[in-house]
């Protein structure tokens, strides 16, 4: 079964346009670094849920969203760190961001999520999520901005095109939500939705590590793509 279209010599595409789009990056900076203390691009990777909020579960291997969503951020971090990004995680690992003495733990983990990211004061922020549904043959990834910012939109569709380009099914234009993180920050955000955990055939995809890796390199591009046309 083919289950990823992205073949060794097309990564290398991939990765010289990386590079590529990484010296420009590089170059603007250094010119920027001469009048400013802050040297690169910040970016917060948000992992969604954590703690007792799994998220959605894979109806094959019982994969909780929220242990996914933390190895597609710590996998994307590397990758922008890679790249001299500086990036900051939400969520590290699977605890949850909520306090332990909240009586609504939603509102304190979303409160902490936004503390993290107003104190980080980054560039740009990416949160991570696995979708599902009740039809099992919904499936493909796909990119989200805030309905509240339609302003980040072309960043989003940016990202989207990235995906399309490189991984099997995915949607073909990003959408606005209501999405409490990407709603509620200034910042230029998106939540991507990396595929459904209710399509059997994704969920084996999602919780490849290979996968993982390979999907984490092109949203990379697509975020790069973001900063290259500002
Ligand atoms: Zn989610």
Same mark, same amino acid.
Do not use: W
């Given at each position: ?9 097309? @990564?290398?595409?991939?990765?010289? +346009? ?7 990056? +590089?170059?603007? *900076? $250094?010119?920027? $670094?001469?009048?400013? %203390?802050?040297?690169? *691009? ?8 954590? +703690?007792?909020? +799994? ?11 929220? #242990?996914? /969503?933390?190895?597609?951020? !710590? ?7 890679? #790249? ?13 961001? *909520? ?10 983990? @979303? ?10 004061? %980054? ?6 999520? @696995? ?31 990235? !995906? ?7 949607? =073909? ?9 990407? /709603?509620?920050? %200034? ?12 399509? %059997? ?11 993982? =890796?390979?999907?984490?390199?092109? !949203? ?5 793509? *973001?900063?290259?046309?500002?």
């Amino acid at each position: 079964m083919k289950i990823f279209t992205i073949k060794k010599h097309t @990564m290398c595409v991939l990765l010289v +346009g990386v590079i590529l789009i990484c010296s420009i990056v +590089g170059v603007c *900076y $250094a010119v920027k $670094a001469t009048t400013s %203390p802050k040297a690169l *691009y910040t970016i917060v990777i948000d992992a969604g849920h954590g +703690g007792h909020d +799994g998220g959605a579960v894979g109806r094959t291997t019982e994969v909780t969203e929220s #242990y996914l /969503n933390l190895q597609f951020a !710590l996998k994307l971090k590397s990758i922008c760190e890679e #790249y001299g990004f500086n990036v900051v995680l939400t969520r590290k690992d699977m605890n949850g961001l *909520y306090s332990a003495f909240a009586t609504n733990k939603k509102r304190s983990e @979303m409160e902490k999520r936004m503390e993290i990211i107003e104190d980080a004061n %980054p560039d740009l922020v990416v949160s991570i999520h @696995m979708n599902s549904f009740s039809n099992t043959s919904a499936r493909g990834a796909q990119v989200f901005y805030a309905e509240t910012h339609p302003e980040y939109e072309e960043f989003a569709q940016k990202v989207q095109d990235a !995906l399309n380009a490189k991984i099997d099914n995915a949607k =073909k234009t990003a959408k606005s939500s209501d999405f409490y993180v990407i /709603n509620t920050t %200034p910042i230029p955000s998106i939540l991507v939705e990396c595929g459904f955990l209710s399509n %059997p055939e994704e969920e084996a995809l999602l919780v490849s590590e290979e996968y993982q =890796k390979d999907f984490c390199y092109v !949203l990379f591009y697509g975020i790069l793509s *973001y900063f290259s046309a500002r």
